[in-house]
């Protein structure tokens, strides 16, 4: 299966990603993962990126997309795989399409999560992700067995730089006006499903299994 995931910051595409890849067996590529393990290592692409992600602003397109180029070449993303946080505009996806195209391939799914506005942005200011696993909680949702640790693997819990509620409002402008026209640009291709993201994490991951499965 090629599908992907869209949906507002906070939406809980990487929290449903991880889920659904395993669930799927096919691996989960998500922009914003690789982008900031290529902060944390200092890597001349993070440096780049580091600036435009801590202002919430996207990454610009051409630097995006050969990274997606080179992470799809490789030999477990030949049969299939799942996009969390690319595309995140037309443009991007036309590439998409473009590349998916040359390769005699196509995306199966679009599974878009809906949530409104307000949930965003509890969701984001309550995050936490560990800096050793990348496992992400809730301070009130999900919230860490001792403070400030990972539940999965003892690690450090830490705030993401982009999720002060300032920078949220701003991903959120960055989503409406440049993110959400995929939607449109979706429907229109036939691809596109929607579910409610909203309700606990399981019944979320249900009604998204189910819509996945529908297209596979
Ligand atoms: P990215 O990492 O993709 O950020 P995002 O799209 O803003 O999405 P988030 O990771 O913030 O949220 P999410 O939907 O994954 O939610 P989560 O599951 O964590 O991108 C970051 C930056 O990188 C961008 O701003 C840009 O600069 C750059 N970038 C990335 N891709 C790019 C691209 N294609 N082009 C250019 N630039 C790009 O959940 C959020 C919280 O809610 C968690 O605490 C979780 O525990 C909780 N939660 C999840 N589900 C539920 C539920 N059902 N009920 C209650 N709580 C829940």
Redesign the pocket.
Known sequence: MRAVLV???????????QILASELSIPKV????I??ANVSGGTELGNL?KS??D???????EV?NAM?RDRLAEPDAREGFLL??????VA?AEWLNKTLDDAGRGLDVVLE?KVDEEEVVK??S????CRACGH???MA??PPKRAGVCDVCGGELFQ?D??REETIRH?LD??REQTEPLVTFYANAGVLVGIE?????D??TGRALAALRARA
């Open positions: 949906g507002p910051p906070g939406a809980g595409k990487g929290t449903q990603a998500s922009t914003g993962d982008f900031r990126a435009y992600m202002r919430g602003d996207l990454v610009p397109d995006t997606v969390d946080g690319f595309p995140r505009n991007q999560l969701r984001l309550g995050r936490r992700t992400v909680q809730h949702y999900d993401r982009d999720d991903r960055v989503y993201a909203t309700g606990t994490v019944e979320v």
